[in-house]
Structure formats: structure tokens, C-alpha cells
């Protein structure tokens, strides 16, 4: 949490409000697919995660991320695209 607004609210960086979008999606994943993705950087429009568990080597890898990761990002940040690395 940065800063507040003039209505004491918080006001989230972008970076933060990602790192929190890809908690949830994590937890999900984990709790019912037992992978989980996370937070590795955000440059410009790129958002580059790791993913771990049994996502690692999983055949739906490809399917989660543009699905489960990149789709949830999307719905806030349309212009943010998702990369993994190993």
C-alpha cells in the first residue's frame, strides 16, 4: 500500500494490485490442481510469473496460464501480457 486518496482509501500500485490478482489465482490453483504460479516481475506491459508444483511439466500448462492467469489479469490490466519462465 502506497499512499492514501482523499477519501482514505488505499490506492494499491499496479504491481501490488497484480502481485494480490495472482495470490488469489494461485491459491485456487493450488487448492484444487496443486500448482501455483507467482509473482517473478512486471516491466512495461509484461508480466512474467513462475510456476511451480504440479504445473511443472503438466500437458493443461498452457491452458492455465492463458486461462486461469492471463485471463483474470486481463480483466483489470487489458494491456498486461503473461510470460512464464522456468
Do not use: N
Not at 486518496?5 to 491459491?27: F, M, N, R, W, Y
Not at 516491466?43 to 492467469?69: E, H, K
Amino acid at each position: 500500500m502506497s499512499t492514501t486518496s482523499d477519501h482514505s482509501h488505499p490506492v494499491h500500485s499496479k504491481e501490488e494490485q497484480i502481485k494480490g490478482l495472482l495470490t488469489q489465482v494461485s491459491a485456487y490453483i493450488e487448492q484444487y490442481h496443486g500448482g501455483s504460479v507467482e509473482f517473478i516481475s512486471l516491466q512495461g506491459d509484461i508480466l512474467t510469473v513462475r510456476v511451480g508444483g504440479a504445473c511443472m511439466g503438466c500437458p493443461l500448462l498452457p491452458s492455465t496460464l492463458q486461462g486461469w492467469v492471463a485471463g483474470t489479469i486481463r480483466q483489470f490490466f487489458p494491456d498486461i501480457k503473461v510470460h512464464s519462465v522456468d
